[in-house]
């Protein structure tokens, strides 16, 4: 089962995700991510640090989840992907559209030079 924990900070939510990635596990962050938007956030920071696995569902859901937030201006980042995740986000290409950073701090930082 995929853990969610939520932490805003000003106009940015993070939500930092423990377990795995799944297509049976995704199921309720799109809301989360609009209840985000709705609330006035404009950034939504995925902390993979502790994903176990992912699957092509689950990476078929941040595609989608980037692409329906895009119209929005809501920014859609990664930080800290263990190496066998980055390696399926950057397979699938999902590197190419959604940042993925070392920190929070250095993703809230890109997001504020460019907004």
């Known amino acids: 089962m995929l853990q969610v924990r939520e932490q ?3 106009q940015t939510k993070v939500l930092t995700l423990a377990g795995p990635f799944t297509r049976y596990t995704t199921t309720g962050i799109q809301a989360r991510i609009w209840a985000a938007k709705e609330s006035g956030c404009y950034q939504i920071i995925l902390d993979f ?6 699957d092509s569902t689950g990476l ?4 989608l989840w980037y692409h ?7 920014h859609i980042s990664i930080v ?12 699938s290409h999902l590197s190419e ?4 950073y070392a920190s929070e701090e250095e993703a809230a930082g890109h997001i504020k ?3």
């Not at 640090?49 to 992912?54: D, K, P």
């Not at 559209?97 to 993925?100: G, L, Q, S, V």
């Open 8 to 10: 805003q900070h000003r």
């Open 49 to 54: 640090s502790g994903v176990t696995q992912v």
């Open 60 to 63: 078929g859901e941040l595609f």
């Open 68 to 74: 329906n937030m895009r119209p929005h201006h809501l």
């Open 80 to 91: 800290k992907p263990p190496t066998s995740i980055r390696n399926h986000l950057d397979w």
């Open 97 to 100: 559209i959604i940042p993925i």
């Open 113 to 115: 030079l460019y907004s």
